[in-house]
């Protein structure tokens, strides 16, 4: 091989057989820093999943501006804006999602339109066999939280197949609320009918989806500290970060009813409620070319 046939090969070369003796050394730095971006890139891309709250997405603020949307499901986003219903009261990381990864900034981008990490995730359908599957999950702490999700799944012949899921979260918090039970109280459930057809070319999805959630950890995960200056906090005396709550006994709010003008008393418990019900329907089809 010619010393130019062999700079131009090393090019294509680089990624796979970075030791090739035939590539200069500018081009080795290249390949190097960039072998290095990626795999640092891809390692960190769990960042999301690796969440501080026990049972909801990690939401990454970059500096830049952008929107609601951080968590796609089956390609759309699950809710479209954070009010009146969060991400962590409308979807959760169960046994209900076959597949669960992370869109870098630029995927995000391209396919929200907005600026920062987004998880993306994909219903468990029961397309695998027509053989009957189960998975069930159960998660506690020594606060006393009982969580557990379960999903069935499977065909019943002639290219349909279905898919059942149950979520339910009991979680009183790490500290003792004076005016609800849970901090966070939440079921939700899944049901899908899927139907092949065409020699398997084709696929058509109905997907059922039910919330119901009284998430109160935004207002009740909050405490009071000191801060000494250097980057580090200092407890206020009777006050333990994380275990001691410094909310009233009561979670009474009035407010003022929109529609009539009436002022109102409500519960925050009550006031934090969210559900939803949504419908979709997915189709696939594979084509000749």
């Not at 899908?192 to 398997?200: C, D, F, P, V």
């Not at 009035?254 to 925050?268: A, F, Q, S």
């Amino acid at each position: 091989m010619s010393p130019s046939k062999c700079m131009k090969t090393s090019k294509v070369l680089t990624l796979l057989i970075p030791s090739l003796t035939c590539v200069n050394s500018f081009a080795q730095e290249n390949a190097t820093d960039s072998i290095k971006s990626a795999s640092k890139e891809e390692g960190n891309r769990n960042v999301m999943l690796n969440a501080a709250s026990a049972n909801g997405p990690r939401e990454i603020s970059i500096g830049l501006p952008g929107g609601d949307v951080n968590v796609l499901e089956n390609g759309l986003p699950v809710v479209y804006n954070s009010n009146p219903h969060n991400v962590n009261t409308h979807w959760r990381g169960d046994c209900s999602l076959a597949h669960t990864g992370l869109l870098k900034i630029s995927e995000t981008a391209i396919t929200t339109g907005n600026i920062g990490y987004a998880v993306k995730s994909f219903t468990q359908l029961g397309t695998g066999g027509e053989k009957f599957n189960g998975t069930l999950n159960y998660n506690t702490n020594h606060f006393g939280k009982q969580q557990f999700d379960m999903n069935v799944n499977g065909g019943f012949g002639k290219g349909w197949y279905y898919s059942g899921s149950i979520y339910q979260d009991f979680d009183p918090g790490t500290f003792k609320l004076r005016f609800a039970q849970y901090q966070d109280r939440t079921q939700i459930y899944k049901a899908a009918l899927t139907k092949k057809y065409n020699e398997g070319r084709g696929e058509l999805y109905l997907i059922y989806h039910y919330s119901n959630s009284h998430w109160l950890s935004n207002a009740t995960t909050s405490a009071p500290f000191i801060y000494v200056g250097d980057g580090s906090v200092r407890e206020i005396p009777g006050f333990s970060l994380g275990t001691s709550s410094y909310l009233p006994n009561v979670g009474t709010i009035p407010y003022m009813d929109i529609r009539t003008g009436e002022v109102k008393v409500t519960n925050l418990y009550d006031a934090t409620a969210s559900k939803g019900n949504q419908i979709t329907l997915l189709h696939k089809y594979k084509w000749d070319n």
